[in-house]
């Protein structure tokens, strides 16, 4: 079966840049969350979305970044002016419905802001 | 401080030895979660777990709350194991506190 996709899996853009990463959930869950791993560190908290809406959005760094859910399904998080310390793995995570259940991993998307 | 520490950083043992990585942390949680993470970035969960103790193959996992303490034992480990591993919580709502993680390297 499909697990949690993300595109693109490499992205190189120049400071200042708009870029849009695509995560594509696992049919069925209704839990989708957005984070943020820089080199050597653990993956940081960036957003949680229950169906459309956004439920937690306390870990979006600044107003440079906003993630969108329309259809309760896909996700696009959207970066705006990027900054050279954006640069880090950006990962997706579904579960069946947020709360105490498993989060199945993307394999992320390698983001290089030059 | 992290509200979760894993311990050690870095690990290196040979291929058999018995392996203990240890995590902990300083909020209330609804659940801890030990994550397997390979070079290229893919993470994998490995147990889920807020009470006792949960085996899976040559992976233990155990919790104390009281002591807001848990340990992932691998048993008989081999060179395939090496891997970052990463504890997270689960804290306020759903979202997920992360560990900066243990990098295992098992030699043959």
């Known amino acids: 079966g499909a697990g949690v996709s993300q595109t693109p899996s490499n992205k190189v853009t120049e400071k200042g840049k708009y870029v849009e990463l695509r995560c594509d959930p696992i049919?069925?869950?209704?839990?989708l969350y957005w984070y943020r791993q820089s080199l050597g560190q653990g993956p940081e908290f960036l957003i949680y979305?229950?169906?459309?809406?956004?439920?937690?959005d306390s870990g979006l760094p600044n107003d440079r970044f906003f993630a969108v859910r329309p259809e309760g399904s896909v996700s696009t998080l959207k970066i705006q002016r990027t900054e050279r310390g954006d640069s880090a793995v950006y990962l997706c995570a579904s579960s069946f419905s947020g709360g105490y259940n498993e989060q199945f991993f993307g394999p992320g998307t390698r983001l290089t802001v030059l | 401080k992290n509200e979760v520490e894993q311990s050690p950083q870095n690990l290196t043992a040979q291929e058999g030895e018995f392996i203990t990585i240890n995590c902990s942390y300083s909020v209330g949680i609804s659940a801890l979660h030990w994550l397997q993470q390979h070079p290229g970035g893919g993470i994998v969960s490995l147990f889920m777990?807020?009470?006792g103790k949960k085996k899976h193959g040559r992976l233990i996992a155990t919790i104390n709350i009281q002591e807001k303490h848990s340990s992932l034992h691998i048993t008989a480990s081999h060179p395939r194991d090496s891997a970052v591993y990463i504890c997270a919580v689960g804290t306020s709502g759903s979202r997920l506190t992360f560990g900066e993680g243990t990098q295992l390297t098992v030699n043959p």
């Open positions: 777990l807020s009470s």
């Open positions: 979305f229950q169906g459309t809406g956004a439920a937690d």
């Open positions: 049919s069925g869950h209704t839990a």
